[in-house]
């Protein structure tokens, strides 16, 4: 669900001491725009998911939702 995948994003995020302005930097977003998508209140594209899983670290779980969710949104 979105609400199991916001939770991964959000766990890795404050395991390793990220920012949600550092994962905007990352995908090269604005910082609403990013936490919003991130936390599942907007799509992403696949490439945009894959960006965030290299940077945060494996989920293979969030992968798999994140992409088919983009995909399903556009």
């Known amino acids: 669900s979105k ?4 939770a991964l994003v959000d766990s890795a ?3 390793q001491g990220r920012t949600w302005a ?3 930097d990352h995908l090269g977003a604005p910082l609403v725009w990013t ?3 991130l936390l599942g209140n ?4 696949a490439q945009q998911a894959r ?4 940077l945060l670290g494996p989920m293979p779980i969030l992968k798999r939702s994140k992409a ?6 556009w």
Do not use: G, W
């Open 3 to 6: 609400r199991d995948a916001a």
């Open 13 to 15: 995020r404050i395991r």
């Open 22 to 24: 550092e994962l905007a």
């Open 35 to 37: 936490t919003a998508a």
């Open 42 to 45: 907007h799509p992403m594209t």
């Open 51 to 54: 960006s965030v899983c290299e």
């Open 68 to 73: 088919e969710t983009a995909m399903a949104r």
